[in-house]
């Protein structure tokens, strides 16, 4: 990789941590992560993305307070959130491998990044639904989807209206296109 490349890579990680503290503490919390994601995959290509999302995984995962309410470490990771901060990478791989499709196209950009969050979804309610059957007393697939999905469908399609939007004022992508 180029020097230009690393330093989008590490710019896009701290924009992730940045976005990540910016939270409204919950039991899965809100964030502005999923922003970050979508705005630096349209924005720098997804592949950027991904390689940002593993920077940040690894600076989370040795201790460096990058998650939401400033925390870090294995715990984070293994914890309720954990599937879900995973499913951001899968999220960047499956704009990745949809790059092709949506290259410059707001509203190709837009499903793809639908398809993304949907995948980020499933990732982190099967990590928490994992988490919960360890208890004494699980939690039901409904219960878990009115707690960790359904508050955040809206704001996140808000998100990546925003994102797209950033996107076309920054003239990345073009008017043609929407």
Not at 31 to 46: K, M, P, R
Not at 123 to 138: I, K
Not at 153 to 178: C, E, G, Q, S, V
């Amino acid at each position: 990789m180029k020097t230009k490349d690393l330093t989008i890579c590490a710019f896009s990680a701290a924009i992730i941590a940045l976005c990540a503290w910016i939270s409204i503490p919950m039991g899965i919390p809100f964030t502005l992560q999923t922003f970050a994601i979508f705005f630096i995959c349209g924005a720098f290509g997804a592949k950027h993305g991904s390689i940002a999302m593993v920077i940040y995984l690894l600076l989370g995962s040795i201790g460096f307070p990058v998650f939401s309410n400033f925390r870090g470490g294995l715990s984070v990771l293994f914890g309720v959130t954990g599937g879900y901060i995973f499913g951001f990478l899968i999220s960047t791989w499956v704009l990745w491998g949809l790059q092709h499709w949506w290259k410059e196209n707001t509203i190709r950009y837009f499903i793809s990044c639908c398809i993304a969050l949907f995948v980020c979804y499933l990732c982190g309610t099967l990590w928490f639904l994992f988490l919960s059957m360890q208890s004494a007393q699980p939690l039901t697939i409904s219960a878990i989807l009115m707690m960790c999905v359904l508050p955040f469908i809206l704001p996140d399609l808000f998100k990546i209206w925003i994102a797209i939007l950033l996107l076309y004022r920054l003239k990345i992508f073009k008017k043609k296109n929407t």
